[in-house]
């Protein structure tokens, strides 16, 4: 099994900053690409970043202002916001592929999501 855990979600002023992390544990060899998801009430789950081997894309909404990273030996992925505004608001999801430890499979896992809410 793997466990996805997200933190840094809260509440944050429009043009604020901040910081989501997803640490994952379990029964994990080793990590594939890692991305954040997001959901606002009433919508749709969409791709907001992903990152892979080096390689980052994302949505057209975010670009220039969200940035994913990640520390592999840490087994986290990063979401670093800024510039935020209203309609960022939304539960962000950690989603990752990794290589089981004991079957060698891949596994896609998902957090259980944090919540951000940007309101003056």
């Known amino acids: ?8 979600g809260g509440l944050v002023q429009p043009g604020g900053s901040l910081r989501l992390s997803c640490a994952a544990s379990g029964s994990i060899f ?8 997001r959901q606002a009430p009433g919508k749709q789950r969409e ?3 992903l990152t892979n ?9 975010v670009k ?6 990640e520390d592999i030996a ?3 992925v990063y979401l670093q916001m800024t510039s935020l505004k209203p309609e960022d608001t939304a539960v962000y999801y950690c989603n990752i592929d990794s290589i089981d430890s004991y079957g060698g499979t891949w596994i896609n896992s998902w957090g ?6 940007v309101s003056s």
Do not use: C, N
């Open 1 to 8: 099994q793997v466990q996805l855990v997200e933190s840094g």
């Open 30 to 37: 080793s990590i594939g690409a890692m991305r954040w998801y």
């Open 47 to 49: 791709l907001v970043a």
């Open 53 to 61: 081997g080096g390689s980052t894309h994302y949505a057209d909404s």
């Open 64 to 69: 220039g202002r969200f940035t994913i990273s």
């Open 74 to 76: 840490k087994k986290t």
């Open 112 to 117: 259980p999501g944090t919540q951000v809410t």
